[in-house]
């Protein structure tokens, strides 16, 4: 059965870095795309950085060049390297696979929390 498995979440301190992984499992399309998401309470989940076979990334504006999307689609990983925390970053980190043509997530990850507190 597909899955996409998260890793690396956690607590730390404002200005502090943290690595999300994520492995997709058993996936029966050529993946072509994938991406970070993440949602707080009360809010829509938002898209932070995407990354597309062929290496083009997108950033969302708040999180360009303080986080950094990285991807190896021979082992369908996607990494996010999280550098200068905020507060405000703190969520639930969703990792997501699409594949080409495919508008938004097609597999959802389970979420992982990321804390950003002093």
């Known amino acids: 059965q597909a899955r996409l498995a998260e890793s690396g979440g956690g607590l730390v301190q404002p200005g502090g870095s943290l690595r999300l992984s994520c492995a997709a499992f058993?996936?029966?399309?050529?993946?072509?795309?994938m991406a970070w998401y993440r949602q707080v309470p009360g809010r829509q989940r938002e898209l932070v950085a995407s990354?597309?076979?062929?290496?083009?990334?997108n950033y969302l504006e708040s999180v360009a060049g303080r986080f950094t999307i990285s991807g190896d689609f021979a082992k369908n990983t996607v990494d996010l390297q999280m550098n200068s925390l905020k507060s405000e970053d703190t969520a639930v980190y969703y990792c997501?696979?699409?594949?080409?043509?495919?508008?938004?997530?097609?597999?959802w990850g389970q979420g992982t929390q990321v804390t950003v507190s002093s």
């Open positions: 997501s696979a699409s594949p080409e043509g495919w508008r938004g997530a097609f597999y």
């Open positions: 058993e996936i029966i399309f050529k993946i072509e795309t």
């Open positions: 990354i597309s076979r062929g290496g083009p990334t």
